[in-house]
């Protein structure tokens, strides 16, 4: 989710430049009693974020750690948001990082530990932490961990479900989401034509950009059947998996079962026709109930529900959850890692974790959380809670030549590409390029023998 603007979070707060001179450098580790304790001045850790949305738990939350420890560490805290990537790069080169900062952004995990800029946690883990996450949360490879080693540790990811408006689906003569790709097909259809008068459509799709258009439905359908279009088990790339999901599609554009402008079509607008009741489900991520509560507050009766599997059985797979293996990072320069761990492990307490997910902060992925946790008040929130969703591998990571993978689907949907001429296309290019950075040295190709997503999930 892009964010804009710079907001200030109080506790001390100052601007970049002041946070920056402001920061140690070295990597030895202090105690409070070796560094402000034994001055009788509390020791000052600095926690940078670049997320709005929770700034006011996060305050009420960060003075109850200050006055918990009153007299012996001391949280600064700042929200930065358009530039808090290259803040942090500029603070990580000049070793005066925070001690604490958000995990969830663009910088990768393997280019931080490259740096020397994150603090592995496993020192500081103990059994109950341990216990409480356990190694599927702890060890997701190249998200929160790396080479064995845990760098942070979860709290909310975006998961992904089929939202739709049930009036428009009463209307239509139907009773229940479609649970198959047919159904989706034909759902799409009926709609259509019961709200021809009103300028109704079934379907919409925010195809102006076509990588997010994909995450929110193609790919969480083909995981949900435990397939994907990197073959796990073989270490190569697969993408004929994606060719019944994507007929199903053109299908419903050819019906002209979808919203007119769908080509150009950017998430706010749809999301703006849906509340105006034009729409009669899409596919989408968790900050739906958040968007409809305050940024298009609407009367429509809307209901969420998890994606169609292809032949409407239940699920061989589990959809994905994603960002969900780490929140926050402790800095691997930080002067003050055992004050730094009392307030990471103060954060990820369930006294804080709770609260996130009860009022809408985000989607829980830890089961202690979700176990205590009331119903969230925000509508349909509860819907996006992980039940068939689990936290897939990261994709191998190296250069491809040509149009990414979403954007030659995007075509075959437009017509403008026969779909086995794009598949056929994007298995070589996609498997050269691996093969190629991968012979150079550039890349490591993942294989898992024995992966099997839906044996993450806890019965």
């Not at 009693?33 to 929770?54: C, I, M, Y």
């Not at 560490?73 to 530039?83: A, C, G, K």
């Amino acid at each position: 989710m892009n964010t804009n603007g710079y907001v200030k979070l109080g506790l001390a707060m100052a601007l970049a430049s002041s946070a920056l001179a402001g920061c140690g450098g070295g990597e030895q580790t202090k105690t409070g009693s070796e560094s402000g304790g034994a001055s009788g001045q509390p020791v000052k850790l600095k926690f940078w974020t670049n997320a709005r949305h929770d700034a006011d738990l996060m305050k009420t939350k960060l003075e109850e750690f200050n006055q918990k420890f009153k007299g012996k560490i001391e949280v600064e805290s700042q929200i930065m948001t358009d530039n808090y990537e290259q803040a942090l790069q500029t603070a990580i080169q000049a070793d005066e990082a925070p001690d604490i900062f958000n995990a969830k952004m663009k910088l990768k995990l393997e280019d931080l530990v490259k740096m020397k800029a994150i603090q592995p946690l496993d020192e500081f883990l103990t059994p109950e932490v341990k216990s409480r996450f356990g190694d599927n949360l702890l060890k997701v490879d190249r998200q929160n961990s790396l080479d064995g080693k845990t760098y942070s540790l979860p709290n909310y990811g975006t998961t992904w479900r089929l939202v739709y408006n049930k009036d428009l689906f009463a209307k239509a003569g139907l009773s229940e989401p479609p649970k198959s790709m047919a159904e989706l097909v034909d759902y799409a259809k009926k709609i259509t034509e019961a709200g021809k008068a009103d300028n109704v459509y079934g379907f919409a799709l925010n195809m102006k950009t076509p990588a997010a258009a994909f995450e929110r439905g193609l790919l969480p359908m083909v995981r949900l059947d435990g397939k994907d279009y990197y073959d796990w088990k073989n270490g190569k790339y697969d993408f004929e998996v994606l060719k019944p999901y994507v007929q199903a599609l053109k299908q419903i554009v050819d019906n002209k079962s979808i919203l007119p402008g769908y080509e150009s079509l950017d998430i706010d607008p749809l999301r703006n026709q849906f509340a105006a009741g034009k729409i009669g489900m899409y596919f989408s991520l968790s900050a739906e109930p958040g968007v409809y509560d305050t940024q298009f507050p609407t009367k429509v009766n809307w209901g969420v529900a998890q994606v169609p599997t292809l032949d409407g059985g239940a699920p061989k797979g589990a959809n994905y959850i994603n960002g969900g293996a780490s929140w926050l990072y402790m800095s691997g320069k930080s002067k003050y890692k055992k004050e730094a761990w009392e307030l990471l492990n103060f954060l990820y307490s369930d006294d804080v974790l709770v609260p996130y997910y009860e009022q809408g902060k985000g989607i829980s992925v830890v089961p202690s959380v979700l176990g205590k946790a009331k119903e969230p008040t925000l509508k349909n929130f509860k819907e996006f809670a992980p039940k068939d969703d689990v936290m897939w591998p990261a994709y191998p990571v190296h250069k491809i030549e040509g149009k990414p993978w979403q954007n030659v689907i995007s075509e075959t949907i437009l017509g403008l590409t026969p779909l086995d001429k794009g598949i056929e296309d994007l298995n070589k290019r996609y498997n050269d390029g691996l093969n190629n950075e991968e012979k150079a040295g550039n890349a490591k190709r993942i294989v898992e023998p024995n992966f099997d997503p839906r044996s993450q999930i806890k019965k």
